[in-house]
């Protein structure tokens, strides 16, 4: 499969929409978050595509007050996993956001979601806390942290 990595756009809103139905249960970011995200919020938000369609996204939110950004948001289609995509949108992410000037990259995950999980300990983010009851059907969440002042080893 060939994809590439580019700047989200208004036009991927409905493709968006479909593939955080497709990713997630509950909690999910509807239309007006995504145009939010993508038109006002201070973010980077970053889709892996192919000629045909959205194979997944990510976004980064940036706060003024803090040089710790915060990975917001990362979803990828069923059919398109296991492939390194989550992979290159992270490191995507990590480096916009070190471009940004920021020294760390937060996140909270489900703590049953074994995928994200695997997927953020191998790319360097340790567990920061817990936070019970933090998703609308009362599961746990998982904070985790990567430092971003150390530029990654190019292997
Ligand atoms: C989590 C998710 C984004 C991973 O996307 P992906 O493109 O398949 O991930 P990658 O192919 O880049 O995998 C990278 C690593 O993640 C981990 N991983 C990915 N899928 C996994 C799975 N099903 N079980 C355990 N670990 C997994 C592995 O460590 C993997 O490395 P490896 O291939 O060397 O074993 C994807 O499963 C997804 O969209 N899930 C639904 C939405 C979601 O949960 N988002 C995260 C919210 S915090």
């Known amino acids: 499969m060939s994809w590439r990595l580019r ?45 045909d369609r959205l194979l997944g996204y990510a976004v980064a939110l940036y706060r003024a007050d803090t040089t710790r950004g915060r990975l917001y948001g990362i979803a990828v289609a069923d059919a398109a996993r296991g492939q390194g995509v989550a992979t290159a949108l992270v490191e995507a992410i990590a480096a916009a956001a070190r471009a940004q000037g920021c020294t760390a990259l937060g996140l909270e995950v489900r703590a049953d979601n074994d995928a994200a999980l695997g997927l953020y300990r191998k790319l360097g983010f340790v567990a920061a806390g817990v936070l019970p009851g933090y998703y609308e059907d009362g599961a746990a969440a998982i904070r985790m942290r990567r430092d971003l002042a150390v530029e990654p080893q190019s292997s």
């Open 7 to 51: 700047r989200a756009a208004v036009a991927d809103l409905p493709a968006l929409v479909a593939l955080e139905r497709e990713a997630f249960a509950s909690d999910r970011f509807n239309a007006r978050q995504f145009r939010y995200l993508l038109t006002q919020a201070r973010a980077t938000c970053l889709v892996a595509a192919d000629d």
